[in-house]
């Protein structure tokens, strides 16, 4: 994939290969391949997402996903589930963390 002239290395299920090379452009043209528009949520999701790889060196579980976005927002965990999985129909792994710019986490169940 060609983002601003740089190419962006995927897997071949279209997570990148070196998280370090993600930005909000690439995250864009990931989105538009999953047939999503990134909004001001998308972005509390992705943001959280990437400042725990920042921290962390690795993706988050999605629980901890869940509490701070519950924390962002000002709603309940499960509220936050549901939030979520409707900002990401096909799921946490399947859709945040391959837009993100994550590498497809191992041993992870889909959802």
């Known amino acids: ?61 999605v629980r901890h996903i869940f509490k701070q976005l519950g924390v962002d927002l000002g709603i309940s965990k499960k509220e936050a589930k549901a939030k979520l999985f409707s900002l990401f129909p096909y799921g946490y792994v399947q859709q945040a963390c391959k837009i993100s710019g994550m590498r497809r986490p191992r041993g992870w169940s889909t959802g």
């Open 1 to 61: 994939m060609e983002v601003n002239g740089e190419i962006i290395e995927l897997d071949n299920e279209g997570y990148l290969i070196e998280p370090n090379q993600w930005n909000r452009e690439v995250a864009i043209e990931l989105a538009t391949k999953e047939n999503l528009e990134l909004n001001d949520e998308h972005w509390i999701v992705l943001d959280l997402m990437r400042d725990f790889y920042k921290e962390n060196g690795v993706a988050s579980d």
